[in-house]
């Protein structure tokens, strides 16, 4: 098995002329720090809302290197958090944010045609699955609230049988369909996008470019690498997990852990024997959740939201790459495929997650209305990517249209605890967590102390799983 931090899709992907590094004085309309998914959606929302605004993107390694290009490739809409978000923002701003999402969604469809982009974009939907008694019907908040807000086709709920006939594993019980999600290649959807990007008049892309310091006040925004300083009227910081790393003014907004993944070599005729040729992606009804998809090759992806959490947002190490979470995938992989047994697993890497403690993203304004950051995607940013760089756009060029208006921004604020006591905390947690799920799992009940530890973070307000 081949390991290593970037993972499959960016080999599949293939190499990269990396952009130069930013040098000199340089002023800009709009600066944008980060070169992953966020940061490039916004710098092209900010071309299509004003052609004629200077935009500059700072990237501190390579794009697409950062979690934008290692993730499962699900591109998502928002339904699943439709009842978490009423309960946080009401009926109204809940179904504007979710609807929105979808838009992105589609969006992000449109954008892979018209630039004939061959990011393996397939609108083939989301099947969430049970596969325990005790995950049955975990969909079904979902299922009323959709229906009781006017979308009752954002998802269907399946029999045990209806879902068989879209990927016939053992380990599958019952299920819900999202329809309007879809799956991509995610290192050729960010790489696509770096290459458009940097082709726009009026937006200047630098690779290699680690923004040492940024200042902020009312006459704007100052950021030094250590070749450079850059000028703008605004800024937008769209870095990821890095967010809440010390010294960032996004600390104790997030967590930070990973997510680890491994694929199989392609395996057609399993594909064709379990009946998942519809391309749909897949995961367990886990609050550290299972998700699944193919290639067009015919490989099986596997990736487990588990991951180790990091201390002070440092995400190298076991973080991002666990011998033990490497075998557990493939384990699991089996189990929920028993035909992979005696094939291939290729691959495995890790990435971070930038957990928010309400599993919603958010943007914050951090310098007045000069800088804004968004970042807590927890798992979920491909699709909402896409929205928020829409919402950061209109920010940075000072509009306040309905994007700006989103209840995703600005909102109140929950904290999580941070250092040595949050890490050792959150780990506790976790590892109760992975006992009680891997226990309900296999039809047992964990023990008293793991399931306590796993109640902890709805008794302190903090939403796990969707």
Known sequence: MKTSVHGYWLEEAGPVTPLPAVEGELRADVLVVGGGYTGLWTARQIHRLEPDARVI??????????????????????????????DRFGDEAAIEIACASQNSVDAIGEFCARQRLQAWFRPAGYLQVSTCAAHDAAWRRVVD??????????????????????CASPAFRGGALYSGAASVQPARLALGLRDRVAAQPNLQLFEGSRVRALAAGPWGALAETERARVRAGSAVLALGGASGARGAPLRGRLT?????????????????????????????????????????????????????????A???????????ISARLART???????????????????????????????MPLAGDRVFAACGYTGNGVGPSHLLGRTLA?????RRDRA?????????????????????????????????????EHGGRADPLSRSLATIPRLIGFHIGR
């Open 57 to 86: 993107v700072l990237e501190a390694d390579r794009c697409g290197r950062g979690p934008s290009g290692r993730n499962g490739g699900f591109v998502n809409a928002m339904w699943f958090s439709l009842p978490s978000m009423r």
């Open 145 to 166: 609230a959709c229906t009781q807000l006017g979308e009752p086709d954002a998802v269907r709920e399946l029999s045990a049988a209806e879902v068989a006939e879209r």
């Open 256 to 312: 930070v852990t990973s997510s680890q993944m491994v694929i199989s070599e392609p395996v057609p005729e399993l594909l064709e024997a379990v009946g998942w040729t519809g391309g749909e992606c897949i995961s367990d009804s886990r609050d550290l959740v299972h998700y699944m998809r193919t290639t067009p090759d015919g490989r099986i992806a596997l990736g487990w939201g588990g991951g180790r959490i990091a201390c002070g």
């Open 314 to 324: 440092r995400i190298g190490g076991r973080g991002e790459l666990d011998p033990a």
């Open 333 to 363: 992989l089996r189990r929920f495929f028993p035909g992979l047994r005696g094939r291939r697993i290729t691959h495995h890497w890790g990435g971070p997650i930038d957990v928010s403690p309400t599993h919603l993203p958010l943007v």
């Open 394 to 398: 209109s920010l940075a060029l000072g």
């Open 404 to 440: 700006a208006r989103l209840a995703l921004v600005d909102p109140e604020p929950r904290r999580v605890p941070n250092g040595l006591p949050g890490w050792l905390g959150g780990n506790t947690i976790r590892a109760g967590l992975v006992r009680s799920e891997d226990a309900l």
